[in-house]
């Protein structure tokens, strides 16, 4: 069976630019996750989808956005790049939304984003 | 304070040791995860945890909801051990947001 899915592996843009990043989830997995990783403020939740159905969102500001499609696939978008956006992106996929406590997380390897 | 406390933040030992690594939290919560990072930045999902304890190998997960504290304990340490292991809880009682501590890096010695 095939692993959680995410493009681009890397990625570098310029401030104020925007952002897309893929996510492909386990096949009949209906729940995607994201978060973000820096050194500084280590991992923190963005937000999570569940049936195409964002369920439950951290504490980020609206230039972080994201949407789930009907095949469970989930993109993730920032706009308006500022230099402090710039971190690892994983997403994870669950069977069930995993904030229930049933169904545990499998993760990508992340989209490595730098802003300059 | 923070909602998830680990400890210690680092720690080294010698092959074949017991190591354990301490998760407190401070909220309610449905369930906690323990996760493994190794360098190159993929994680992995060790236990999800909402009651009692977890085997898988040489691993053990432990929880005690009244007192809001987990563990995780190695036992015969082996230097493909050495990674990052990450504590994260799910907040609230229907798991509105996932919390993560800080991490603890572990290095094993051979």
């Known amino acids: 069976k095939a692993g959680v899915t995410q493009t681009p592996r890397y990625l570098i843009k310029t401030r104020g630019q925007q952002v897309t990043l893929s996510c492909s989830p386990i096949?009949?997995?209906?729940?995607v996750s994201w978060y973000q990783q820096t050194p500084g403020q280590g991992l923190q939740f963005l937000f999570e989808?569940?049936?195409?159905?964002?369920?439950n969102k951290g504490n980020f500001p609206g230039r972080f956005s994201g949407r789930q499609f009907s095949n469970s696939r989930s993109e993730m978008n920032v706009s308006t790049l500022e230099l402090g956006d710039s971190a690892l992106y994983l997403c994870?996929?669950?069977?069930?939304?995993?904030?229930?406590?049933?169904?545990?997380?499998?993760f990508g390897n992340g989209t490595r984003l730098t802003v300059t | 304070k923070n909602e998830v406390e680990q400890s210690p933040q680092n720690l080294t030992a010698q092959e074949g040791e017991f190591i354990t690594i301490n998760c407190s939290y401070s909220?309610?919560?449905?369930?906690l995860h323990w996760l493994q990072q190794h360098p190159g930045g993929g994680i992995v999902s060790l236990f999800m945890?909402?009651?009692g304890k977890k085997k898988h190998g040489r691993l053990i997960a432990t929880i005690n909801i009244q007192e809001k504290h987990s563990s995780l304990h190695i036992t015969a340490s082996h230097p493909r051990d050495s990674a990052v292991y990450i504590c994260?809880?799910?907040?609230?009682?229907?798991?509105?947001?996932?919390?993560f501590g800080a991490g603890t890096i572990l290095r094993v010695k051979s």
């Open positions: 994870a996929s669950s069977l069930a939304s995993p904030g229930r406590g049933t169904s545990p997380l499998h």
């Open positions: 096949s009949g997995h209906r729940s």
């Open positions: 989808y569940f049936s195409e159905t964002q369920r």
């Open positions: 909220v309610g919560i449905s369930a």
């Open positions: 945890l909402s009651s």
């Open positions: 994260a809880v799910w907040d609230g009682e229907y798991g509105n947001k996932l919390v």
